[in-house]
């Protein structure tokens, strides 16, 4: 029996491509370097699915590789003999020594030649390089905090707007919509983490319009996810508590333990800071309970990547900070710290910082001092976010409060430049 092709399901899942559109993608890819559109059907990708056709044919390659921008080995793909390799391998060079390299390329991949009939097709290779690009921003996020990324995803918004009014099928439609809303709500995202709150309403709401549009509860909870974040930097509990309930009433959340468990975690967040200690630990338990239930090895949309046991302890340690267990508090910031992947270089200041006000909480100045000097250091050679400012202004002001003014003075002519720096 054939084995399964799991990196090409894998890559499947990933880019939420369905076996049709692979086929119409790779036939377009086809197109660019053949002069006209290839034939292949659902029943090509399904037996490449399978592993019943271990290695396509050498134009098909191509275009798979053109739409991935992988080589085809690394989708799974094999040649059946050393022998066939090698002469495909000759062929190939011969092919690039002609000129034809551009088959190799990585997206974008061009649209299949315009025709009399009308206008060039988009397709599901456009849909492909934008979320690339969605892929590109979630990651400088990341590393650096989602300020200054505005304005690229305003452009990369529009441009998938102006998309959708070409001639494209309807699902094509849907997926530039969602892709529209998505790159909508991470401008609004840019402006929460950079405290700049004006403005980031307006974002959000028509982010939410264009994910109905898309009929896509993945972007539909992704929006009031950064809407309950929204609301409480706002200091308005009761508009956070509920719209993370609106989050968890979400389809996506009712289906998904990994975006149920965010959803819980979110809404403890709130309550915790309405005073509602008994419903925050309630809730928050549902959170820990729920993530339990998620596959870890299941794909994910790049903005939920971040969400897993090093962020729920997160956010556990910011319930029990504001329930009044600092203690508890500063063992799950440093369990968030060990589990925190290192491409999170943002949030791992920001755990910092917590961990820092906790230990302050727990009346050791001399450890919090220290602890919040890796804040600096994590974020060495980058602007600070405006959310990581204002968690060290609440550090600043709990230190003048609870240390001797020899202290506090001495923390913040330290630390005055790095922290003020736009």
Request: charged share 25%; proline share 5%; hydrophobic share 45%.
């Amino acid at each position: 029996m054939a084995e399964r092709n799991q990196c090409l399901a894998g890559w499947m899942a990933r880019h939420q491509m369905t076996a049709g559109e692979l086929a119409d993608a790779v036939n377009d890819a086809i197109a660019v370097f053949a002069g006209r559109r290839g034939r292949i059907g659902e029943r090509t990708v399904f037996r490449w699915l399978s592993g019943e056709n271990r290695w396509p044919q050498e134009r098909q390659r191509r275009a798979l590789e053109r739409v991935t921008g992988l080589p085809a080995t690394a989708l799974g793909f094999a040649p059946r003999t050393r022998k066939e390799s090698d002469v495909r391998r000759r062929r190939f060079v011969g092919v690039v020594a002609a000129g034809t390299t551009a088959a190799a390329l990585p997206l974008p991949l061009p649209a299949a030649p315009a025709s009399a009939a009308g206008p060039p097709r988009v397709g599901t290779g456009d849909v492909i390089r934008l979320r690339e690009a969605l892929d590109g921003l979630a990651a400088q996020d990341a590393a650096h905090g989602g300020h200054g990324l505005e304005h690229a995803a305003l452009a990369k918004a529009a441009e998938a707007l102006a998309l959708q009014q070409q001639s494209a099928t309807q699902r094509v439609r849907q997926r530039l919509f969602a892709l529209a809303a998505a790159f909508t709500a991470t401008a609004a995202w840019s402006r929460i983490d950079a405290g700049q709150l004006d403005g980031a309403d307006r974002h959000l709401d028509r982010a939410l319009m264009l994910a109905g549009l898309a009929q896509d509860s993945e972007r539909e909870m992704q929006v009031w996810n950064l809407k309950a974040m929204l609301a409480r930097q706002r200091r308005d509990y009761p508009e956070a508590v509920a719209a993370s309930r609106a989050a968890r009433a979400t389809a996506i959340a009712r289906r998904s333990p990994l975006h149920a468990s965010l959803a819980h975690a979110r809404t403890a967040v709130g309550l915790a800071h309405a005073g509602d200690t008994r419903a925050a630990l309630a809730r928050l338990g549902r959170a820990e309970d729920t993530l339990d239930k998620a596959d870890p090895t299941q794909p994910r949309a790049a903005w939920i990547a971040f969400y897993g046991p090093a962020e729920l302890y997160s956010l556990t340690a910011i319930v029990r900070d504001l329930v009044g267990h600092p203690a508890q508090a500063e063992a799950a910031s440093h369990r968030a710290l060990a589990a925190l992947p290192p491409a999170y270089r943002r949030n791992r200041a920001l755990i910092t910082a917590r961990l820092a006000l906790a230990q302050l909480h727990q009346g050791d100045i001399e450890h919090a001092c220290a602890t919040s000097e890796h804040v600096f250091t994590t974020m060495a050679g980058t602007p600070l976010p405006g959310r990581l400012r204002q968690t060290l202004g609440d550090f600043q002001r709990e230190l003048i409060a609870r240390a001797p003014a020899r202290i506090a003075a001495e923390w913040s002519d330290r630390h005055r430049i790095e922290w003020s720096r736009p």
